[in-house]
């Protein structure tokens, strides 16, 4: 009997013709669906998670947003209600928004309490143009725009800039460690500022017309009062500026230890 | 004025029982320090609405020995006797009507003069040339005491991250310590100067507000 193998082909190929370029071939198909289905199985998977959620609301809503890292972003929208959505990095992360009367809570330190890292969780809220806003992460920036509320809180425990635009409140708190702040807006009488890093520039961007009582301190003695200089400032050889703007109808604190501190008109 | 007088001040300044110029000390610090003012703010409205809701909580079953109670745990924390004999001297000395002829009160002026300048001439022969370095050490070491103090609060917060400190991220670790570094120099910073001018409010403000921070930092992240 005769034998048919290609070791006895009459026209004999090459081993890597016969053995080795299927097995290329059926790896290069292979690889897609290898991909997919390690996609498809829990736990092996790094998609992100996308939330988005409607909630009515009054005139006077009330958000408040503890988060642990990641971006925070807080704008104004015409309509009656609060639209909160969130990309979540981690599938452990739990957030769990809570509504209370007019008041929005989020709080993914509380939610994820003994889950370890759970990576970023970035959000962003649209929210009616009265609202007040109290948010808080240890790490991730922080934007708010085109609010006219009651107080608004920023407070970034570690690094992050904090960009409060186009803001009208009684009472206004920007805190961060390493950062820049940057605030543009007005400042109501009788209302109170507070802005304070560590280590990052802070800008204050007001109308002409402001009237404050403005205590600035900066050792790096970087403190630029612009337009709003005047003789009236009592001042410690640079490092510290206590004075009036006008009637000094509302009462503003900027302190950081380096960086600049920068008034500008609008 | 500091943060820590400013507070001590305020009960007086609020029952109106300061002097002029401690007045004016005080609300100059209380307009520069957001702090002080919401101490003081909160104690107003703590005396505000006492004075308001005067009578409208209910009496204690026997108001004559809780009185006597609480003024027994007050007489064990003080030495009231003590006092009140000092006081009861001191009361009868100024309390009494002097009356000097001339002669007496130049006496008695020239014999004061006398003592205040041999006190000071001893003085000045015994401790030579150092009172101001003293000061400054001294008020050196105030400071490193209330720093010292505020370092125990920060090590029992510096434990518990430590503990918890494996569960974080490589990057929420590099974040935290980097920014822990930032507050270090602010605090180090702060003391130096202190060092070298003890009366600097600035730098003792920034060295309150540097620790401070720090033990924000380490309560905030010690959640995670």
Redesign the interface.
Known sequence: MREIGFWKSPTPMKLSYLILRPLARAGLYALPAVMVISCLVPGQCHAQQKMSKRYPAGKNVRISLKN??GTIVVESWKKDEIRLSATIESPNAHVVPKQVDENLVVDV?NDNRGR??V?DVNFKLQVPVDSSVDLET??GNIYVSNLRSGSDRAHV???GDIELSNINASQVVAQN??GNIFFDGEFAGGG?Y?F?S??GDITIRIPGNSAF?L?A?S?AKKIALGDFWNNGFRT?DG??Y?GDVGDGRS?V?V?N??GQITFLRK | MNCEKCQELIHDLIDGALSRSDELLLNTHL????DCENVRQDLSSILTYCQTHRGEYEAPANPQAMWLRIRNVVEAEHPAPQIARTRSFLNGFFGRSWELSFPQLAAFTAAVVLCVSLITVVGLRRWGTGPLETTRQFEASNVNDRVWQRQQVINYWNQRIELNKV???AE?RA??D??LQ??DQ?VS??LN?LNRNPHD???E??LN??LN?KL??LK??S??
């Open positions: 642990i890292s330190m370890g890292d990576g240890r790490r425990s570690s690094e460690t390493i109170t507070e304070k560590t280590k009582r205590v301190a050792p410690q490092r510290k206590v009462s604190s302190t230890f380096s | 307009q520069e320090c957001l569960r974080w991220s929420m974040t935290f980097r920014n930032v507050i602010a910073q702060s100067e409010e600035i730098s403000q920034m507000e540097s921070d924000a930092l905030e992240f959640d995670l």
